[in-house]
């Protein structure tokens, strides 16, 4: 197998299912599928950074996302549309129907009979109602959590009627109950301390009832899934999918173009171009809800007391001034991401038709600094005040090499008006480290956010800012913005919506606790032999069990059928 795998970090992935470009291809004969539909083939996914825990109310990286989804199901999930408000356009999962009752304070899904967890037993109604404690009960510190503040309870009148009860009526009350909720097996869970779920045995291998099932997973290098294939919705169309972690994202490209994986969600420069000439491979533009930022901590170090720079609007507005959006943009992205300045996609928000917040302006940020007392007193270009520096560490992870480079044009620009950046890359698990402790100053991230408006108070509202797993990184909150977003969120008029909704995003530009940079277009590089299915815009992977490899174009990677990889590994030669 060595010599097979050029790349060392496809060793495992390429023992299993073939290396290179998936060898020959498949023909007639004893181990060809006859009927060209048939369900089979095997899917490598290069991925950039490992997954996190995976269990639903504790995902936190798309990494994870992308698992869990397979994983797991909803009651029901949104169509093509997206639509956040009622319940049209959603698709049954384990709820086969619903029903609400004349106030619309409950809602009622009857389950599919048919559903089963991967152990064999049955969903139940008592799995909906445990699912909803787990995820809000506070010893879990589910980051999911303030998204389900409008759920009162979940009863089980029966073995398969699930009811959900409403603290108050908003148009996104179906979305809330279905699309924020991952449904878990109590059986299983019920004795698990809610503190003591990461560190399970069900977090190392979890059971749901979604259409793969966990077959292996290797820490730091790959997760392995195969087809359910007994599942209650039919079986995959895949018999299996492999996500193999890589470094960085040099790494995952190289590992697509060597043959190594059949997918990289996010090509870009030179391997995009490379993918682009290469026959065995093709491009898909497809979009997202990812908004690049630059945020400031307004909290002290572990989380203790104010931060001594940006607990100051005022300076944080100064900084934002000295930045060229549209050039930093334009510099590290090209064509593949758009400036923005607001803190949701613009699926979500609709377009804007002028920049909100602090617009760039080194002139006058240099005058704000000086009226707050920053002055360069010393002449060596840093200003000062009180005998502190404005020297501020920026934070970026080691994995995203377009947030290294914009960092670098961030600190020539912060440079111009007298500000210090040092400059700190840590990897995936330090830069977590150091996010949840509090211990940064400022740092590029990234947010996907979900298709509902009001989703933008888990990582920017006060219910997200408080605790063990709260979402809210920076720490800062405003009562005037969150009540522009209630009001948006509880308006049942759709243009009035949207107003409250555009003078909370507006509000939330003019405070800066961060500085919204870009939106992100992506290209994806597959394998030609896969067909995908339709990527929704919040979850590229959430058709993965529909996508499909005609039976005449499978190669020797396809061939293993749904016995694990690592069984299969062993009886190899």
Known sequence: ??????????????????????????????????????PGGNVVIATVGDVDVLVPPLTGTLQGAQVVAQLFDRLAEPGDSLAVVGDRGFRPRLATAWSWAPDSLALSFRLDPRARWHDGRPVRAGDVAFSFRLYTDARTAS???????????????????????????????????????????????RDVPP???????????????????????????????????????????????????TADPGAAARLLLTGGADVWESLRGDPLAQATRAPTLRTVTYPSLDVGFLAFNVRGADGRGAHPLFADRALRRALAAAVEREAVVRNVFDTLAVPVSTPLA??????????????????????????????????????????????????????????????VL??????????????????????????????????????????????????WGAPGAGGRGGANMTGWSDRAFEALVDSGTRSADPARARQYYARAYARIADEAPALWLWETRNVMGLHRRIRPAPMRVDAWWANLADWTIPAGERTDRDRLGTTTASAAGRRAP
């Open 346 to 407: 613009r699926a979500v928000t609709g377009p804007t038709t002028t920049p909100l917040g602090p617009t760039h302006d080194p002139a006058r940020a240099r005058a704000e600094l000086e009226a707050l007392g920053w002055r360069d007193a010393d002449g060596d270009g840093v200003r000062e005040r009180a005998g502190r520096p404005l020297a501020l560490r920026l934070i970026v992870p080691t994995t995203s090499e377009p947030r290294r480079r914009m960092a």
């Open 195 to 245: 503190e003591q779920l990461a560190a399970s045995e069900f977090a190392r291998q979890p059971i749901g009832s979604g259409r793969f099932r966990m077959a292996r997973r290797v820490p730091g290098q790959l997760v392995e899934l195969v087809a359910d294939t007994a599942n209650y919705r039919g079986r995959a169309r895949l018999d299996r999918v492999i996500w193999q972690v």
């Open 143 to 189: 980051p999911v959590a303030p998204l389900l503040a409008d759920l009162d309870s979940v009863s089980a009148p029966d073995s398969l009627t699930a009811t959900v009860w409403f603290k108050r009526r908003s148009p996104q009350q179906f979305f809330d109950a279905t699309y924020q909720l991952y449904v878990l097996p109590e059986h299983l869970l």
């Open 410 to 459: 961030l600190q020539a620009q912060l440079a111009q008006v007298g500000a210090r950046v040092e400059i700190e890359t840590l990897d995936p698990a330090a830069f977590g480290d150091a996010i949840r402790r509090s211990r940064w100053d400022a740092l590029l991230n990234v947010w996907h956010s979900d298709p509902n408006p009001a989703g933008i108070l888990q990582p």
């Open 1 to 38: 197998w060595a010599a097979c795998s050029a790349l060392a970090i496809g060793a495992l992935v390429a023992g299993a299912l073939g290396c290179g470009d998936g060898g020959s291809r498949a023909s007639g004969g004893a181990g060809a599928p006859a009927d060209s539909s048939a």
